[in-house]
């Protein structure tokens, strides 16, 4: 245990402001502040896994809405802090800005949020037991109420294991919905797992009686592998590990599929870059510079034709990239750590990859040259989706009511920030809805039928699609490269279709479309999906009662409101009058939506490739196995 002691411990200031501002420690009080709470405990142990004294992760859900986060790793220091003159426990779990992070002895690189982790979690939790196994003893220390000691440290036992256990339950004055998501949970355990090969991760869910153990032999590869499950590859999986300038430690694999969108997951010290950041600008310049120098080295790219672009050097890729800068050199933009800034890795990463992939390509000419074809095709219809842009801005420009004219019921308000834009199934549907909406701040677009399936579709094809070209005229926004959410006419896009086989599909080819090409618009929250009623219930007696019901069991529990009634099974919008439609799905007063989010983007990823990729017996596994058709007649 050399390196990491008592005096180990550095503290910067106190812990008063956190529950005041908990916005400014956790980035939010909604749901994705309620699990960053989990990622710092767990990223706390996931550090001393980085720091080699840790093999074995346990996170237990339990059935209260607790979390357990355990490891066997060194154990928190468990003597005085000659600081705070309190436990060395106490002083992490009760004053910000202390922990071992700051100490370079006792850790080189880490995952925590430099030392603040432990004790925002404590600040705002209800509650949080802490044990540590350290020096063949078993110490406890507990707090309530924001962090307030109700136990200080204590010896309750002996032992010869080590490590710490740390539960917590969040408050609920602080997180207004304090319930966990086990599917978030489990995909943040599983990159883990792929990240440190040998590294077994344990998830129990206590609420749906499930335990799930995690384990990677192969690490990053074998995650590579995992997103492009159920894909065309069209290259081998090629992967580099090593350390670059700077003592960055960099593992980075990739591969190449027929999809014409790419995928690129990152992390820096175990914690995922959602926002990208310098390890990734150093990843793509080096990806495009090595894809031009090999095709002009073999008279792939002609002498007259100009460098690919990074979007045609990446069309196709799957790329996981993890760089572990040391804490000396860490930066991240904002306290959550979604980007990283140090700009250090952006020439590390570079000249790293740079090097390694260039070789990789000259040992590996079969898969090189698929490479750059599929770069040459993408420059090809990147060329060709620029002239139809140019094409269409012309349209848009000279007469836009062209396109629109007769499809576009557009909102009288230029309050974007409150208007919705109702997409429709149908004319029949949409000529209801124009009746029954809020003339105000309501916009709708009836679509004819099912739009293009996306999937495997490149921009060009878009713009030549009539009805998708309508939805993009209407957002205003753009597509692609070109999207800009900042232009975007509408604070909420609502997708309205009959609750059927075809409504659903209608959905998913709408939300394929928005994630491939306008993701976001899906990620910054504007994409919802309407949930209209399937049942009304009416009084026969004079009291004319009616009531609403969206699914059998709700239509069974509704009936015992009524002595005498009748009930109406609505097969589509169109049976709605323009005042049902308003009453129960349009009024924001009663109406039921569903916000659309991309939690898991890996998880994502794989959906819509099994959805709406070209395997179609994975394809009808996936949809026996998920979806009830039980609503349909």
Not at 222 to 243: C, L
Not at 344 to 372: M, P, Q
Not at 483 to 491: A, T
Not at 572 to 601: C, H, Y
Request: glycine content about 6%; hydrophobic content about 35%; aromatic content about 8%.
């Amino acid at each position: 245990m050399q390196g990491y002691k008592d005096d180990n411990i550095k503290v910067l200031e106190g812990l008063e402001p956190v529950r005041k501002r908990p916005g400014m420690y956790i980035g939010s009080t909604d749901i994705h502040g309620l699990h960053h709470l989990v990622w710092e405990v767990f990223d706390n142990a996931i550090d001393e896994v980085i720091s080699g004294n840790a093999d074995t992760i346990r996170v237990t859900l339990h059935k209260d809405n607790s979390i357990t986060v355990k490891d066997n790793g060194r154990g928190i220091p468990i003597g005085i802090n000659s600081t705070t003159k309190l436990s060395t426990i106490d002083t992490v779990f009760t004053v910000l800005h202390a922990g071992g992070k700051f100490d370079d002895n006792a850790y080189k690189t880490s995952g925590g949020l430099h030392g603040v982790g432990a004790s925002v979690v404590n600040a705002l939790s209800e509650w949080l037991i802490v044990t540590v196994n350290r020096d063949n003893k078993i110490v406890e220390s507990k707090y309530e109420h924001g962090g307030k000691i109700v136990q200080p440290t204590k010896v309750i036992g002996t032992t010869n294991r080590t490590g710490t256990t740390v539960t917590f339950k969040p408050d609920p004055l602080i997180f207004k919905n304090a319930t966990f998501n086990p599917s978030v949970i489990k995909e943040r355990i599983r990159e883990s797992s792929f990240l440190y090969k040998n590294l077994k991760i344990i998830f129990e869910d206590e609420i749906n009686k499930e335990t799930t153990e995690y384990y990677s032999t192969h690490g990053i590869s074998e995650y590579v592998s995992f997103i492009n499950d159920n894909k065309t590859t069209i290259t081998n999986i090629a992967s580099f590990s090593g350390v670059g300038s700077d003592n960055i430690e960099i593992d980075i694999a990739l591969q190449y599929t027929n999809d014409t969108s790419d995928i690129i997951v990152s992390f820096a010290n175990s914690v995922k870059t959602s926002e990208g950041g310098s390890h990734e600008t150093g990843f793509k310049s080096a990806l495009t510079e090595c894809l031009n120098n090999y095709g002009r080295k073999w008279n792939l790219l002609k002498e007259k034709d100009k460098n690919f672009e990074g979007e045609d050097a990446r069309e196709g890729l799957t790329a996981v990239i993890s760089v572990r800068v040391p804490e000396k050199i860490i930066a991240y933009e904002g306290q959550t750590k979604n980007k990283l800034f140090t700009q250090e890795a952006v020439a590390s990463v570079k000249k790293f990859f740079g090097e390694r992939f260039t070789f990789w390509l000259e040992e590996n000419k079969k898969d090189a040259i698929k490479i750059v074809q599929k770069a040459l095709l993408s420059r090809d219809a990147r060329i060709a989706a620029k002239k139809a842009r140019e094409d269409t801005k012309k349209i848009k420009n000279t007469n836009q009511t062209l396109l629109l004219s007769g499809k576009l019921t557009p909102a009288q308000s230029k309050q974007y920030s409150e208007n919705e834009l109702f997409l429709v199934e149908g004319d029949s549907a949409g000529g209801t809805a124009k009746l029954a909406r809020n003339k105000r701040h309501q916009a709708i677009l009836p679509l004819k039928g099912k739009i293009l399936n996306v999937e495997k579709a490149r921009l060009r094809d878009l713009l030549a699609n009539e009805e998708i070209c309508t939805i993009i005229s209407s957002l205003g926004a753009g597509i692609g490269n070109d999207f800009k959410i900042e232009n975007l006419k509408y604070d909420k896009v609502v997708i309205m279709t009959d609750a059927d086989t075809d409504g659903a599909h209608i959905q998913v080819l709408l939300l394929t479309f928005f994630y491939r090409f306008m993701r976001p618009l899906i990620e910054k929250g504007h994409v919802y999906v309407a949930l209209p009623p399937l049942f009304r219930i009416a009084s026969k007696l004079a009291d004319k009662k009616i009531a609403y019901a969206w699914n059998e069991q709700d239509l069974e529990e509704q009936k015992h409101n009524f002595k005498s009634y009748e009930v109406q099974r609505y097969k589509g919008l169109g049976e709605m009058s323009a005042e049902q439609l308003w009453e129960t799905t349009m009024n924001p007063d009663t109406r039921l939506f569903l916000k659309v989010s991309i939690q898991d983007a890996v998880l994502a990823e794989r959906r819509v490739n099994i959805l709406m990729g070209d395997n179609s017996q994975v394809r009808k596994e996936w949809i026996n196995n998920n979806v009830d058709f039980t609503l349909d007649e």
